[in-house]
Nanobody, 124 residues
Framework: QVQLVESGGGLVQAGGSLRLSCAASGRTFISNTMGWFRQAPGKEREFVAAISWSVGRTYYADSVKGRFTISRDNAKNTVYLHMNSLKPEDTAVYYC?????????????????WGQGTQVTVSS
């Protein structure tokens, strides 16, 4: 099992920045790819970004490309999501997820482990 704990959410004005963290514990060696998803009220959970633990290759949704950056600290078993130029439409609960494959997953069903989520609210 892999346990994931997110932190760093909060309230920010449009144009501001936040950094989310996802600390992984347990059998972390079975999780080769980490992803961030988000879910706004009344909407489906959607892919935001993903990164491979080994080579650090990154993948982004078009809606966040150029504004968000995913990174990892292997020594701390922690993945980060740096969010800049935030918009009100970025408001959602952000979830960290892990999967065994080295390839990125773009659907929630492709991930095996999930964190509890952290709320991000962007005011206009």
């Amino acid at each position: 099992q892999v346990q994931l704990v997110e932190s760093g959410g909060g309230l920010v004005q449009a144009g501001g920045s936040l950094r989310l963290s996802c600390a992984a514990s347990g059998r972390t060696f079975i999780s080769n790819t980490m992803g961030w998803f988000r879910q706004a009220p009344g909407k489906e959970r959607e892919f935001v970004a993903a990164i491979s633990w080994s080579v650090g290759r990154t993948y982004y949704a078009d809606s966040v490309k150029g504004r968000f950056t995913i990174s990892r600290d292997n020594a701390k078993n922690t993945v980060y999501l740096h969010m800049n130029s935030l918009k009100p439409e970025d408001t959602a609960v952000y979830y960290c997820a892990a999967r065994g494959s080295h390839w990125p997953g773009y659907q929630p069903s492709e991930y095996d482990y999930w964190g509890q989520g952290t709320q991000v609210t962007v005011s206009s």
